[in-house]
């Protein structure tokens, strides 16, 4: 194995992000360095993460997690229940709502939950990693194998520990091509990039891996969703956008937010719907190039019917979450995860970002397509292994 | 009106007019040019924007061209729109975007036998739609280069197309490509940011500036172009659209008026110094004239002394010599005509006595001769006849000696007395006229009286003043009356009365005749004036005396007895 690999992806990576990422770059990073009680794995199974073994007890209302024996943060420190509780304290609203927490013993962590679990996935959830803040430093201490480091101007996340483990090193794609870093010697490349995942398959020194389908692009219109009929998904999934796509597929977990009883509600402060001034535009996420393809798609197919001489606005990532926000937009193009650990989260958080989905999402969007990115490893770099959500991890 | 404003006012006309229409043509010929030239730039910059458009037709056939090749050489693309090969359906469909960016061009479609978009550089995911307007009507533009509104994602734009054909295999599809018709490339092709190219379509007006043109602008020409209307599907068609080429006027409109503002600057600047140097010129010339004028005007009978210069060259030289000339004839006239005057006079005076005198001898001789006769006849009768003819004697005697009285009278004889000399000399200069004269009196305290006829001393006082008076000549000056106790020669027992002016004084041949009778320099005069005076300071028992020289007035000196202290 080298002492050093060379990783890109997109996005670049911010400390204080943690543990929430908001890009694949701070999705593979925070992956190596922090850790969930357990983690889901690419097949859907379970495995230990901080938490070496969990028992459910009253039918599934009350988890107890037992650390991982000699578990330790990256700044030295054991990791006990009490960090946990201590790292969770401060994300409440990633728990399930009404959990209560508790330390039964120094490892023991003990979760009561309102409404019975009977696997504890949820706990998988990034957004539930153990972190523990680290007096003057930028990146809070994690029980991972790693742990990370942005001096010198680039992200460095190195073994913790004598692992035997290469180090990991972010590299930016400075011409934008992705093709180029795989003539740098890059290791460990993520992309949806059709050049580059073509030109990969004409390199024998690489592989390429298809990782999970992670996003679906929605049509999320103000008024009533319009039909996108399955021949038109296919066509769209096929020729419109040029990624690893596939016409959106059941389940969505946004399809019947009913059936979960979420109670979901709009958030306060959040008018009507009025038109406004970009009324005759289907607006999507200005960086997003499937997105961009769809709109144009839609656009040029005169989707919408009695909406006549639609154009296509891209915008900024603020400026696209206030129109979003305000629905005054005729539709918009969305990017919405795939899968999700609590659906009644991602709810909120959905409906957060657009107010007037509260009355029911299904009635608002369209799915589109599914996409997924694909991995290019060098032959013989490292050993990989996928998580649920498609984030990677070094072994 | 003077010679001077003739002068001037003849002057400014003779100067100004060529001027005005000298600059009038000038500024007519300035702005003919400066029109011609700026009609001559917008001529060339339109016949520029036209070939621009004829190269921007040539560039884009040729692009086209290269492209067509390139497509019919490229196995992807043919197995994509000809075998259908799904497979290379994503090639196909981004295949013009490529290529419409490798040829530089802004529009970019390929369109199958059935209109059918297979790929679209523009607007990449408007395959499938079928677009009938391009196909068929660009092929019958003039050189097949019209304005067509294509689409993208974001919205229209307009482009400059044209448009080729793809034959493959049995198939004929066609490649529409263009460059955007935008503000860049219509000022691109206006080169002058002050020019304002403009698009006028039916339903819209590109330019090249933004809210051009405006009002200021001036359309400068028009160029047809075709329009590919396509705003209903079902029937595209033809349509003219036309580039208008605009400037502002103000620059050429600035122009002529700094034109206008300096050709008005110039007049003025002209009239100005014309009316100084014409003033100076016409001051100048008239100087000499006025001078003569002057001199002449001091010209009368008694002021013949006036001197014209007679050395002045031209005319003005001519004319003062020929006054001069006259002058001189006018002065020994003058001397004839007083002399022919005094004798007239003179004779007349004697006649008059010589007719009086016999009238008065005439009785005498016949009164003596009748006691001749008697005396010699009749002797006896001699008493009785001279008894009777007595009176007529005492009658003529009377006559004669009423006559000798009343010539007497020219110059009466005088009855010495004791006078205050200064109180009549006073009183008589207070009463006299003084014309131009400032009459002055510088009377001694110590005078005390003198012993002459108070009638005399005025009647010399008013012959002295009043010539004093008169040889200023109607001119400024100065005539003053001085009383003094004493004579030259010191005697304290006389008293002294000086007149003197400050006229024209009097020449030496002119003093010895001043003092004749019947001498007189003034017209009408009698010329007794200063004979009187004399006479009468002689029977005073005075004397007089008169210093004068010309040009510097005369100071007659008059000495009388003083009266004897009252006991």
């Known amino acids: 194995m080298p002492e050093q690999l060379s990783i890109a992806m997109s996005g670049g990576v911010d400390p204080s992000h943690v543990p929430a990422p908001t890009n694949d770059a701070e999705r593979f990073v925070f992956r190596q360095v922090y850790e969930t009680l357990v983690r889901l794995d690419c097949a859907g199974e379970l495995r230990p993460g901080l938490a070496q073994s969990w028992r459910p007890a009253e039918d599934g209302h ?19 229940a009490q960090d946990v509780v201590d790292a969770w304290s401060a994300r409440l609203a990633s728990l399930p709502v009404g959990a209560e927490l508790s330390t039964g013993s120094e490892r023991d962590v003990e979760v009561r939950l309102s409404r019975p679990m009977t696997v504890p996935w949820l706990f998988a959830d990034p957004a539930l990693s153990v972190t523990r803040p680290v007096a003057g430093g930028d990146w809070p201490a994690g029980t991972g194998a790693y742990a990370a480091d942005t001096t010198a101007g680039r992200v460095t996340v190195a073994p913790f520990g004598a692992t035997g483990r290469p180090v990991l090193v972010l590299r930016a794609n400075g011409s934008g091509d992705a093709r180029d870093l795989l003539d740098a010697g890059i290791d460990l490349l993520v992309t949806d990039d059709a050049a580059a995942l073509s030109y990969a398959a004409s390199r024998s020194e690489f592989v390429t891996v298809g990782l999970p389908w992670e996003r679906t692009y929605v049509l999320a219109v103000p008024g009533d969703a319009i039909s996108v009929d399955a021949p038109l998904r296919a066509g769209l999934a096929r020729d419109a956008v040029r990624v690893d796509a596939r016409p959106a597929a059941a389940p969505l977990w946004w399809s019947d937010p009913g059936a979960l009883s979420c109670g979901l509600e709009p958030p306060p402060g959040a008018g009507p719907i009025v038109s406004g001034p970009t009324a005759d535009a289907i607006v999507y996420p200005r960086d997003d190039a499937p997105a961009r393809d769809l709109t144009g798609r839609l656009v040029a197919l005169g989707i919408g019917g009695g909406v006549s001489a639609l154009r296509a606005t891209g915008l900024g990532p603020a400026e696209f979450a206030a129109a979003l926000a305000s629905g005054r937009a005729a539709a918009y193009v969305v990017v919405l995860p795939r899968t999700t650990l609590e659906p009644c989260a991602a709810l909120r958080t959905l409906i957060a970002r657009a107010p007037w989905l509260a009355d029911g999402p299904a009635r608002h969007l369209t799915p589109l397509v599914d996409a997924r990115r694909r991995a290019i490893v060098r032959r013989g770099a490292a050993a990989f292994t996928m998580d649920w959500d498609g984030t990677l991890r070094v072994q | 009106m003077t010679f001077r404003t003739r002068i001037l006012l003849s002057t400014v006309p003779v100067v100004l007019v060529p001027l005005v229409v ?45 492209l067509r090749s390139a497509a019919a050489a490229d196995n992807r693309f043919r197995l994509a729109a000809i075998a259908r090969d799904t ?26 036998d059935s209109a059918r978009i297979i790929s679209s550089g523009h607007f990449r995911n408007e395959f499938d739609r079928v677009e009938r307007g391009l196909p068929q009507l660009l092929p019958t533009a003039p050189n097949g280069l019209a304005l067509v509104q294509a689409r993208t994602p974001e919205g229209p734009f307009f482009t400059l197309a044209r448009i080729d054909s793809l034959p493959l295999g049995d198939r004929l599809f066609t490649v529409v490509g263009g460059v955007a018709v935008d503000s860049g490339f219509l000022a691109r092709l206006a ?53 208008l080429v605009a400037t502002p006027l103000t620059g050429l409109r600035e122009l002529e008026r700094t034109v206008d503002l300096w050709f008005v600057i110039a007049v003025l600047v002209t009239l100005l110094v014309t009316v100084l140097v014409a003033s100076w010129l016409a001051s100048r010339l008239s100087r000499p004239l006025a001078e003569l004028a002057d001199k002449t005007a001091e010209i009368n009978m008694e002021r013949l002394d ?35 005057e005094r004798r007239a006079a003179t004779g007349e005076l004697a006649r008059q006595v010589n007719h009086d005198v016999k009238n008065g001898l005439a009785p005498l001789r016949n009164v003596l001769r009748h006691l001749a006769q008697v005396a010699r006849d009749r002797p006896a009768e001699l008493p009785k006849v001279f008894a009777e003819r007595r009176q007529a004697l005492i009658s003529s005697l009377n006559y004669l000696e009423t006559l000798a009285a ?27 006229p003084a014309g131009s004269a400032e009459l002055g009196l510088q009377l001694a305290t110590d005078v005390g009286a003198a012993k002459i006829d108070a009638i005399a001393l005025r009647r010399i006082l008013e012959n002295l003043v009043s010539n004093a008076v008169e040889a200023l000549a109607a001119q400024p000056g100065v005539v003053t009356v001085s009383t003094a106790r004493g004579a030259d020669e010191g005697a304290s027992t006389a008293v002294r009365i000086v007149v ?60 009388v007895p003083a009266a004897p202290d009252p006991a």
Not at chain 2, 306 to 332: H, I, P
Not at chain 2, 408 to 431: G, H
Request: glycine share 10%.
């Open chain 1, 62 to 80: 009350r988890w107890t997690f037992t650390l991982r024996p000699g578990a330790r943060f990256s700044d030295g420190t054991a990791a006990t």
């Open chain 2, 22 to 66: 000298f600059g009038l043509g000038v500024r007519r010929a300035m702005r003919q040019q400066i029109a011609a030239q700026y009609r001559g730039r917008i001529t060339a910059l339109v016949d520029l924007i036209g070939q621009d458009l004829e190269r921007q037709g040539t560039l884009l056939a040729t692009r086209l061209a290269r």
């Open chain 2, 87 to 112: 497979t290379q359906r994503g090639y196909a469909l981004d295949y013009a975007g490529t290529a419409m960016r490798l040829a530089g061009l802004d529009m970019l479609q390929i369109q199958d």
């Open chain 2, 191 to 243: 080169r002058d940011s002050a020019v304002t190219v403009s698009v006028v379509l039916p339903r819209a007006t590109l330019s090249s500036r933004p809210g051009a043109p405006s009002a200021a602008d001036e359309v400068v020409s028009e160029l047809p172009v075709p329009f590919v209307d396509d705003s209903r599907p079902d029937s595209a068609r033809l349509v003219p659209a036309r580039l």
């Open chain 2, 306 to 340: 006036v001197e014209f210069a007679s050395d002045g060259s031209g005319e003005v030289g001519s004319l003062e010599r020929l006054l001069g000339q006259m002058t001189e004839r006018l002065r020994a006239g003058a001397v004839r005509l007083r002399e022919v």
């Open chain 2, 406 to 432: 009343n010539y007497a009278k020219l110059s009466p004889a005088p009855e010495a007395q004791r006078c205050d000399v200064n109180a009549i000399t006073r009183e008589t200069v207070e009463q006299l």
């Open chain 2, 500 to 559: 003197e002016d400050t006229g024209k004084g009097m020449t030496e041949p002119e003093l010895e005749s001043a003092f004749q009778d019947f001498h007189s320099t003034k017209p009408g005069g009698v010329g007794l004036g200063l004979s009187i005076v004399r006479r009468l300071v002689t029977d005073a028992g005075g004397r007089l005396r008169v210093e004068t020289s010309p040009g510097a007035g005369s100071r007659f000196i008059v000495e």
